[in-house]
T-cell receptor, first 119, second 115 residues
């Protein structure tokens, strides 16, 4: 069965520090997608990025960057020069293809990492 | 384009009652998924509907049910409420086809409190 583990429960940093959120996943499917979502205090989950299992190219988008390594089943997320507005709960999630792609609608989430950025 | 809307935003019920939550997806999206979020269990998948058919189901008791209408709007129902059903219920919509992938867009959630 699929599983997502975010070992860091809470992280506290001071503004302008870099911070990396760790995510390790388990799946038997060869086709899957990985995501990061952000949940601010308002509660709504905000989509940040997705990666499919065939694309290990890492990406930088502004202050955000992602490191996807299939060999270690990890999909880590880094915020460079953190800001107070980055304070939120961050979730890593997995979506497997399942039989014929029918399981894509199910996301398996990690437990989340609470990030607090202090001014 | 309007986002995913959920009604009501807050709800208080007592044990034994039943409740119906509503979700309107983004226009054009045909897939709707429901999730339960609690402090203890985190975010858990309830079910997914696509073109009025339940495509996937999570590990929840039969008290949790849902449906999708022809306009893609979805409702979920919880019967015989228990204290443990207190949670934030999130709905997500996706433009995906039946066998393809697209990211899910989440609504603001319905906060259910069971007393």
């Amino acid at each position: 069965a699929q599983k997502v583990t975010q070992a860091q429960t809470e992280i506290s940093v001071v503004e302008k520090e870099d911070v990396t959120l760790d995510c390790v996943y388990e799946t038997r499917d060869t086709t899957y997608y990985l995501f990061w979502y952000k949940q601010p205090p308002s509660g709504e989950l905000v989509f940040l990025i997705r990666r499919n299992s065939f694309d290990e190219q890492n990406e930088i988008s502004g202050r955000y960057s992602w490191n996807f390594q299939k060999s270690t089943s990890s999909f880590n997320f880094t915020i460079t020069a953190s800001q107070v507005v980055d304070s939120a709960v961050y979730f890593c999630a997995l979506s497997e293809a399942g039989a014929g792609g029918t399981s894509y609608g199910k996301l398996t989430f990690g437990q989340g990492t609470i990030l607090t950025v202090h001014p | 384009k309007a986002g995913v809307t959920q009604t009501p935003r807050y709800l208080i019920k007592t044990r034994g009652q039943q409740v119906t939550l509503s979700c309107s997806p983004i226009s054009g999206h045909r897939s709707v998924s429901w999730y339960q979020q609690t402090p203890g269990q985190g975010l858990q998948f309830l079910f997914e509907y696509f073109s009025e058919t339940q495509r996937n189901k999570g590990n929840f008791p039969g008290r949790f049910s849902g449906r999708q209408f022809s306009n893609s709007r979805s409702e979920m129902n919880v019967s015989t409420l228990e204290l443990g059903d207190s949670a934030l219920y999130l709905c997500a919509s996706s433009p995906r086809g039946p066998f393809s992938y697209n990211e899910q867009f989440f609504g603001p959630g319905t906060r259910l409190t069971v007393l």
